[in-house]
C-alpha cells in the first residue's frame, strides 16, 4: 500500500517551480502591461492554473477520491463564483445591470 | 479492497466489519478512522466540508472587495500598495505550501526526521508571511490608510485581516503537529492522517492568498 501511494507522488519541486514561474508571468504582466485589454483574462487564467496545480497536486484532489473534488468543484463553481458574479451585477454601477445600491440601473 | 482483508463476516457482525474495513481505507488511517457510507474517512470529509464553507466566505469578502474597487481615488488606496511586498508574500506562502506537501510526503514514506523539519519550515514561513503582512501594513497605516479612511481601506484591510488569521490558526495547527510529532504519540507510515488534514487546510489558505494577490494587487 506504502508503494501504491508513493508510485502516485508527483514531483512536488517540480510543481512548486511551476507555481513560482506562474507568478513570475502575472507579476511581469501586471507591471509592464498595466492598460492592456488582455491583462485581466490572462491574470484570471494564471490564477485558476496556479489554483489548480495547488488543488491537484498539493491538496491531492488528482489522486483522491472523486468525492473530494465534488465537494470543492461545487462548492467553487456552483456557489461562490455564481454568487460573487451575482454581487458584482447587483451591486455595480454598469448601465443596465440591474438596480445598484448607488442608483445605478 | 480483496476480501482476503476481512476476517469478520459482514453479515454477522456489520457493525465489526465495519470497522475493520475502516482500518484498510486510504492510506494513513490506522487509527480513529470512521468509516462511512460512502467509504470515505469521515475527518477527510469533514475538513473538504469545511474548505467548502470557507470558499464561499471567502468568495463573498473577495465579491465585496471587487465591487467596490474603483470607488475610492487609486492615490487614496491602491496606489500605496507595493507590489513587490505583496509577490514576495505569495512566493513565501507557495513555498510553505511545498514544505507542507513535503511533510506529508515524508511521513508517508516514514521519515519522521524530516516530517517534523519540514512542518516547521512551514510554520516559519508562514510567520514569515504574517511579518510581511505587519510590514505591509505598517507602511499603509504610515500613508494614513486605515479600516476607516475609505471604502478601500474597510475592504482591504477586512479581507488581508481575515486571511491572515487564517494563516496565524494554521500556524498554531502546524506547531501542534509539531508538538505532536515529537512526543510519544506521533505519527507513522499508518497514522499520518492529521498531518494531511492540516496540509489540506494550509494549502487552501495558500489558495485563497493567490485569488486575493491577484484581485487586490494585479488587476
Redesign the interface.
Known sequence: MEHAHSAKQPNYLLIAIYLGVLTVAEVIIASQFPTAAWKVPVLILLSFGKGGLVALYYMHLRYDSRLYSFFFAFALFLLAIPFVLSLIVLFSNVPGAGHGVTGGG | MSSSAHTQDPRANPAGAAVEQAAHL??GHGEGALPTA?R?DSR??GI??F???E??I???L???Y??FHGKTPPEEGIKHLE?NVA?TM??IL??S??T???AL?KI???DRRSMVRYLIATAVLGLVFLGCQAFEWSLLFGEGINATTNIFGATFFTLTGFHGTHVFIGVLWITALVLRATRGTGFS?TNNMAV?LG??YW??V??VW??I??VV???
Do not use: C, N, P, R
Request: proline share 0%; charged share 10%; hydrophobic share 65%.
Open positions: 486510504e492510506t460512502m470515505l477527510k470529509m473538504w466540508f474548505i467548502a464553507s470558499v464561499i471567502f468568495a463573498s473577495i465579491g465585496t471587487i465591487i507590489l509577490a505569495t512566493f507557495l513555498m505550501s511545498f507542507m506537501v513535503s510526503a508517508q514514506e516514514g507510515v494531511e496540509g489540506l494549502h487552501f495558500d489558495l493567490v485569488v494577490f491577484m494587487y494585479l488587476i
